[in-house]
């Protein structure tokens, strides 16, 4: 008799936020397979209607405190393009550096807190660090300098206070930054032993046919700007998003879900980026790549804890070469005068590709924004990868199971509580 069985988590561990899975199995067939985001919508979108247009890079930072640096560069960049402005070089340098403090201390909290314990059989890193104390240690030390680093250049590490339309309210001076040069070379060490560490754990087999999205620059691995590309042969500037992305609401969710061209879900996020920004990685992060075992790209999710251990490596390596030429600015900022128009921007948080698009009215406040974080679309592709894996491995008994599809949510490092801003309310006529 074939088989029919319900999975049920009520609350997944080792998330960013709250969210549950449920997966049902009928004659043998998973039938339904459900991401269940049940946070509570925080409406950033609404609230932000009326304020100026100097506001959203603090406002929005407070959507997480794991990437506040996403929000805040994703928001600029959109507001610049609506007002015409363009930042200097040494401005960008200190938006990347900022950005690589952030991809660096998330990556690792990522790897070495929520999803290292999968591979090695542990309930938690505090379980782990009973036996893995050093390993443990080394992880919450790289945190630490992404950290020191973001705090260095935006004020402090979490929602940073130095980023503003246009971009710093200050300047840090060379000899500041010069001081996290011992520890970022320490920390570049420390990221290189992370790949080869974890490109030793056994990866349940899976193979992903999404679509990759992500942005791309000819001169380097794109995290805070450039255009988008994807595995099905797009290349977009910021405001041609709307015409080929979509969001719509599903039931079981308080998050959108996201789809390409009318139709297809896709993948945002480590593995994208390094599929289609392959030549783009420096040499040291390439080699660690390739001696952790990965090719061109990687089609395993399961194997994302090693892309994110070399984006990490990237992290480091391009805060030291910034560190090299690094000098201050002469302005750290461009005024921002108001003007009515509309902007578009985005740029890549840890998790992925985030977008932002901001409509002004003529003094400068706002009349509607989009934002549209990387967890809502990634949250189809989840789904898809959760159906596939149970499906081919109903075999196993259902703890075991369901220990492998939380794991199979985990590789994407959802953040859910960025993803619930929004949320389409309808009640109907009854008696």
């Known amino acids: 008799m074939a088989e029919s069985r319900t999975l049920r988590v009520d ?76 930042v200097e070089e040494g401005v960008r340098d200190l938006r990347r550096l900022l950005y690589c403090g952030e991809w660096i201390q998330s990556h690792a909290l990522h790897v070495y807190l929520l999803h290292a314990p999968d591979f090695l059989g542990y309930e938690s890193a505090v379980h782990m660090a009973a036996d893995h104390a050093d390993v443990v240690q080394r ?38 930054l010069e001081r996290l040069r011992p520890d970022l070379e320490k920390a570049l060490e420390d990221a290189l032993a992370t790949v080869a560490w974890v490109g030793g754990f056994t990866f349940p087999e899976l193979h992903q046919d999404h679509p990759f999205v992500a942005l791309h620059d000819d001169d380097r691995y794109a995290i805070e700007d450039g255009r988008l590309i994807s595995s099905t042969g797009l290349d977009l500037a910021p405001h041609e998003w709307p015409a080929h992305f979509a969001e719509h609401q599903v039931e079981h969710s308080t998050a959108l879900h996201a789809v390409m061209d009318g139709e297809r879900h896709y993948l945002v996020g480590p593995q994208a ?55 201050p600015p002469d302005r750290p900022y461009r005024d921002a005068p108001p003007r009515a128009a509309t902007g578009h921007g985005w740029s890549e948080a840890p998790r992925g590709l985030l977008y932002h698009r901001y409509d002004l009215n003529e003094d400068g406040s706002i009349r509607a924004c989009t934002i549209v974080p990387p967890t809502s679309q990634n949250q189809a592709s989840v789904e898809d990868d959760l159906r596939r894996f149970t499906q081919a491995h109903l075999h196993l008994g259902d703890d075991e199971l369901q220990w492998q599809c939380e794991q199979a949510i985990r590789n994407y490092d959802p953040c859910i509580s960025c993803s619930t801003h929004f949320l389409r309310l309808k009640v109907e006529g009854r008696r």
């Open 273 to 327: 980026r390094y599929a289609l920004n392959h030549d783009q990685l420096s040499d040291v992060a390439k080699q660690a790549a390739y001696a952790a075992g990965l090719g061109r790209e990687c089609r395993n999710p399961y194997q994302s804890i090693v892309v994110r251990a070399v984006e990490t490596v990237e992290a480091c390596h391009q805060a030291l070469r910034i560190l090299d030429r690094y000098a």
């Open 11 to 86: 609350a997944l561990a080792r998330v960013e936020g709250e969210g549950a899975m449920t997966v049902r199995v009928a004659d043998g067939r998973v039938e339904t397979v459900e991401l269940d985001i049940f946070e509570p919508p925080r409406f950033f979108e609404g609230f932000l209607q009326g304020r100026s247009h100097l506001e959203p890079p603090d406002i929005t930072a407070r959507i997480c405190g794991i990437c506040p640096v996403a929000y805040q560069m994703s928001s600029c960049h959109a507001l610049e393009e609506a007002l015409g402005i363009e």
């Open 139 to 176: 992880g919450l030390t790289l945190k630490k300098v992404g950290n020191e680093l973001m705090e260095a250049v935006g004020g402090r590490a979490v929602h940073p206070i130095n980023v503003r339309v246009g971009g710093f309210y200050r300047a840090p001076a060379k000899a500041e």
